[in-house]
């Protein structure tokens, strides 16, 4: 049995820089025809210059694959309309982070206060830029999605033109958006999919499916999988696999991060066939996200069969979910 | 500045055996005059002979130390009338764990149904015997404890003779039992009134927080703070110092415990003073225990002073919690 997708792409995708992109980056061009590549390097990518360095980096880092890295801007609220305009024809989209809240963020917005950001996000607006948001506050862990619930609303509502991307959403609340407001859009991980958190911390406590947002409720997860096994149209597959070195993952004090790239397509499709809602995957990791982001990907088709594949324990340094398992799917061969 | 506890017991200890007891009974028995001792060893104390070999084991760690290890057999709802008749004689309290709720907890019982449990319970009611119990279901993690509010419900109606302890309580829900039912009594540990789950999950990952129940909210930490500085009569404090070796906490799979014992009294006194509430802390750690479980300690004075002390990188290969942290009482000498 196989089942080929077209040009799946990773709309959430850490690629990291030097050593680390080099070891991860092929992996995601192997079965991805592209990506949204985000901007938290250290320093962030505030600069045309920096953008077009790191896609350089990336273009090398991938050899041969047949893979477009679509470059992002990490957001500041003190760009000009005349930056922002050049850095158009650069970029699909800015990443908003607030301050600290995850992984090299710390550059990040202070204050998410309407006033302040409209400058940049009407220039945004204006130039078809597209908003990907990492919607937490700095709430208790299990709140800190829903209470970003009403900041959504507000900049939804203040720009009714500009796109907003609910980046790895992992709450029902924020599912509830997706139909109450037209330009409210979504991506969902992998392990958003899969896991709760009792998978992280109810048993023994398991540092590699730590991640932000923290997995969730079963009743969160059931509405993350409902609206993307129906291929809801406003949500995109983005996996937001973040690898870190194993060090800083098995350790006291670890780094937030699933590492699923290698791994996803394989895992998707094993999730959707479970559900019978194979027919749903191609919108889920493809269709959906040219719509949405208004692009055509680049053709590659990837042809997956029910073979089984044992996951291996480690990638260079970085383990991935399902290290030493074994998956039901394969990727049989790309074209 | 000093200030002087009598007798301090620590009622919920996990002592472990072998090396683990070599090393950590000491640490425990130089500051505290007594402890109850959990039994979920592997295999659990379910005997007389292993009650009493454990003690023995655990006199032989203590050494020259003013100590007095509390038994406890672990709960199997199959003990005759005559038995616990006997280990009454040996052991204060039998510790109930559902099965496989926390660390050794493999042979605790698969049911709570109350009529299962009813011949056990009302022996140990008729003989004076202590119930104490891991209150969590086998639910999701952050609902765990407030889900069996009902069983502790039930248990404290069907037996009202009976003295129950809901162990290591992490919930207001739990806080509130406490004054609607004459014969439920608690403990409380060090970590759950400092950390909540922002602690453990809402930065990096920090094993060394990892404990069951897992650290809860804001609202929950405030509410065991209220009864204990308060010196609620029903409340005792009782550690759960749980030492795992630092390759069982750091790393993928990490077993849940915070390792308090060294450091409980020095921060229990940091913590009362800093509320102000230094005159509730010796019922706190004393005497509300001696009343509750209806018992006399050893004497033991232990002064200590607001001198700061420095916490070691670990004991042996155990990780204590405030690990190279400095804190602000010391220990300055034990008559």
Redesign the interface.
Known sequence: MTHTLISPLDMHLHLRDEEMLNLVAPLSAYGFAGAIVMPNLVPPITTIEAVLAYKERIVRAIGQNHFEPLMTLFFRSDYTREFLEKAALHVKALKLYPSGITTNSEGGVASMDIELLRPVLEAMSDLGLVLCVHGETNG???DREKEFVSIYESLAEAFPKLKIVMEHITTQESVALLDRYENLYATVTLHHLLI???D???G?????L?CKP?AK??EDREALLHVSLAAHPKVMFGSDSAPHPIHK????????GVFTAPIALQVLTELFDKHNALASLQAFVSNNAQTIYGYKALHKEVILEKTPMKVTHAYGNV?PMFANETLAWSIQHVV
Do not use: N, S, W
């Open positions: 208790f862990v299990m709760t958190l009792d992280v911390a109810g023994m406590l398991q540092p590699h730590f923290i409720r079963y993952k098995e350790c006291c004090g670890c780094a937030a383990v």
